[in-house]
């Protein structure tokens, strides 16, 4: 098996080839682009027998999206940032509908202000809406869980959209060594479409999207979703099993990384995460007790596993590359609400804010994030939450700060 | 003496980020010189846009601007327009933005027929994320998301002012560099929605997939392809074949939206 090197979005086009997917809606949007315009290379040159088209808006793209999928037919489309929100009316109403497609997410941060780069603002924005959650942290989790998530969302027991989230520029946009599975073994894990009666067949008239009148069927209908997405934890571990029968690489909801005598845990998603792991490398050369917790599936929530992996350290930070602005980091609410209630009342949780907008977290964050988690440890107290920003970006803001200033003075004086 | 461009650029912002041979500049230079001609006041001056490379117009510009939403700079300028009638009121955006995610506020705009200068820089493509197709590529030009040729049909965007109810609509190029202000000034001018399309080049993610050696090349053919309205009148189809029409396309009187908006509040004030 050979292993060549693929960009994350190029990992993303891989995964959707190989899925041999019937349709591709698309619209352009950085950093995702690159996704679109490879398979669009393969399709019209006759390499992969599919159609792409470009509608003129996200909206448009989700929506023809959805309503392929319950015509019957494999789709795969993609975004990022601006684009996830503009289609946000679709996600509840693809999931709504039961629409078994993969959507590719490249994180970008969202506006105002405008920028480019990741934070995982964009698809934590998503998170009620029904579609599933994949969180890669290589390019190689991309190829593969595009693939999972095919197998997840046309499960029968599953039967929803699933979204496989990677980050901008950082994953995007950089080249790893990814091992692209043999097709004739893909066709063996993953088998073509079947439609389970999601169809448009002439004589056999079907509605979908019908409209309900009064709460009690849509309360049936809505948390149908629900059970569907908690089944698919189940569903995911047994794929992530399959998978490694298949391919040799194990799946899994949560990965942990050097946690079994650990102490002190760091839990994040995505790809900044792989640079945690550097740092726990770093500190367990030092002798410290240091491990990572990564989920992998955001929804469904890994409740257990997360119980089971974080319930008896003395400590964990929570990295949140987002913010929930009034409340703070979406992930270290969402684990402090899964870890309450414990036995023991569970670990010291602390949260860190950090990588907005595609602010890097360098590995001595890292080192200082464990070392502030440790002293609050001992003193048996909580630190309060922090953001990770230094006070040479406070200059550099003061510097953009006193050039608008200076617009403004010129102003004054015309 | 030569115009002074700088009493209206911002300190500090240059260099913009338009690459080399792109026609935004010549654009936006025209732009300038029309608000001059019109004497419009900085202060209460708007310029909107949405987002791509013609939509970082408003950064450079020492204006009231807002960099928006892909698609959404007429909605944001008719917010403006309705809160500040008194307001002069430009937008500024690409074919992608302004007709493509956009296409919903500008015609709607257009059939409000409220009071705004729209300047639409029509480069034929996506630029700012490499040249995917949009509404306005050529069909069977190549786009990175065509590599083969684009199947579909255009928007005309005059034409589809036009039919909107824009009252005053203009097209021109980046290689008319004069006939820009005029229009634009025109534009202004003008009470009710004025769109004025610039024909523009993108040498970066439009001509080099489109047998153009040169930005020369491309302007030549901005050039060429060029007809003024008052021409065309005596040209036969064959020849007008491939040419686009320039100059002041439709210019009509109808009730100012934000007029309109001051009667009703009379009616309600009245009963």
């Not at chain 1, 794929?239 to 298949?246: A, D, M, V």
């Not at chain 1, 440890?377 to 200076?406: K, M, N």
């Not at chain 2, 001056?45 to 117009?57: D, F, K, M, N, P």
Request: aromatic letters at 8%.
């Amino acid at each position: 098996m050979t292993r060549i090197l693929l960009t994350g979005n190029a990992a993303a086009a891989w995964g959707a080839r190989l899925a041999a997917v019937d349709y591709v809606p698309a619209f352009p949007i950085t950093p995702q682009t690159e996704i679109i315009e490879t398979l669009a290379e393969w399709i019209d040159g006759g390499v992969m027998d599919s159609r792409l088209v470009t509608l003129e808006s996200e909206h448009s793209m989700l929506t023809a999206a959805g309503a392929a999928a319950v015509t019957g037919v494999r789709v795969f489309t993609a975004t990022s940032s601006q684009g996830l929100l503009y289609g946000m009316e679709m996600l509840y109403n693809l999931a709504g509908w039961r629409a078994p497609l993969v959507l590719v997410n490249v994180s970008r941060g969202l506006s105002a202000p405008i920028t480019l780069e990741p934070d995982h603002n964009d698809v934590l924005a998503a998170r009620d809406s029904g579609f599933l959650q994949i969180h890669c942290a290589t390019c190689q989790e991309v190829l593969d869980n595009v693939l999972l998530a095919y197998r997840l969302a046309e499960d029968s027991r599953v039967r929803l959209p699933v979204i496989v989230n990677l980050d901008g520029f950082y994953l995007s946009f950089t080249r790893e060594p990814v091992e692209i599975p043999d097709p004739v073994a893909v066709a063996d894990f993953l088998p073509p479409f079947a439609d389970l009666g999601q169809h448009f067949r002439g004589g056999q008239p079907s509605s979908q999207a019908v409209a309900v009148l009064g709460g009690g069927p849509y309360s049936y209908f809505r948390y149908q979703v629900h059970l569907a997405a908690e089944q698919a934890a189940a569903v995911y571990a047994d794929l992530g099993r399959q998978f490694e029968r298949h391919f040799g690489r194990l799946y899994q909801a949560v990965e942990a990384y050097r946690c079994d005598d650990a102490e002190l845990v760091l839990v994040m998603i995505g790809s900044f995460a792989t640079k945690a792991k550097v740092a726990v490398d770093r500190l367990r050369e030092a002798g410290q007790k240091v491990g990572l917790v990564r989920p992998l599936l955001l929804r469904p929530f890994p409740v257990a596993e997360l119980r089971r992996l974080l319930g008896q350290r003395k400590g964990v930070a929570v990295i949140d590359q987002n913010l929930s602005p009034g409340r703070g980091g979406i992930l270290h609410a969402e684990l402090a609400e899964a870890l309450y209630g414990l036995a023991k009342g569970g670990p010291l949780l602390a949260s860190f804010v950090g990588g907005l907008g595609g602010r890097d977290i360098a590995e001595e964050e890292f080192l200082q994030i464990v070392e502030v988690l440790s002293q609050a440890v001992q003193r048996g107290s909580a630190p309060p939450p922090r953001l990770l920003f230094t006070a040479d970006e406070l200059q550099q803001v003061r510097r953009l700060q006193d050039i608008a200033h200076g617009s403004r003075e010129g102003d004054d004086a015309s | 003496m030569a115009f002074d461009y700088e009493q209206y650029l911002r300190p500090g912002k240059l260099p913009h980020i338009w690459c080399p041979g792109c026609g935004h500049g010549i654009v936006m230079k025209g732009l300038l010189r029309a608000i001059d001609t019109c004497g419009l006041e900085k202060n209460n001056t708007a310029i909107v846009s949405g987002i791509g490379c013609a939509s970082r117009l408003p950064g450079y510009v020492d204006f009231n601007t807002l960099h928006t939403a892909h698609g959404r700079a007429a909605a944001f300028a008719t917010g403006i327009k309705m809160a500040k009638p008194e307001m002069d009121v430009l937008v500024v955006g690409g074919d992608g933005d302004g007709v493509a995610i956009g296409g919903n506020h500008f015609i709607h705009a257009c059939r409000r027929n409220i009071d705004m200068t729209y300047v639409l820089l029509n480069n034929y493509i996506y630029g700012m994320t490499g040249g995917q197709f949009s509404p306005c590529t050529p069909t069977w030009a190549k786009a990175s998301t065509t590599p083969y040729g684009n199947p579909d049909p255009i928007f005309d965007v005059p034409k589809l002012a036009i039919g909107a109810g824009a009252t005053f609509v203009a097209r021109t190029t980046a290689f008319h560099a004069t006939q820009i202000d005029k229009l634009i000034a025109a534009g202004l001018r003008h009470k009710g929605m004025a769109v004025i399309e610039v024909l523009d080049d993108c040498p970066t993610a439009y001509g080099r997939r489109n047998k153009f050696r040169s930005v020369v090349d491309m302007m030549k053919r901005l050039k060429e392809i060029a007809v003024p309205v008052k021409a065309a009148a005596h040209m036969t189809p064959e020849q007008l074949e491939g040419k686009v029409l320039t100059g002041i396309l439709h210019q009509e009187e109808r009730p100012e939206y934000c007029e309109q908006y001051q009667q009703v509040i009379a009616r309600a004030q009245g009963a």
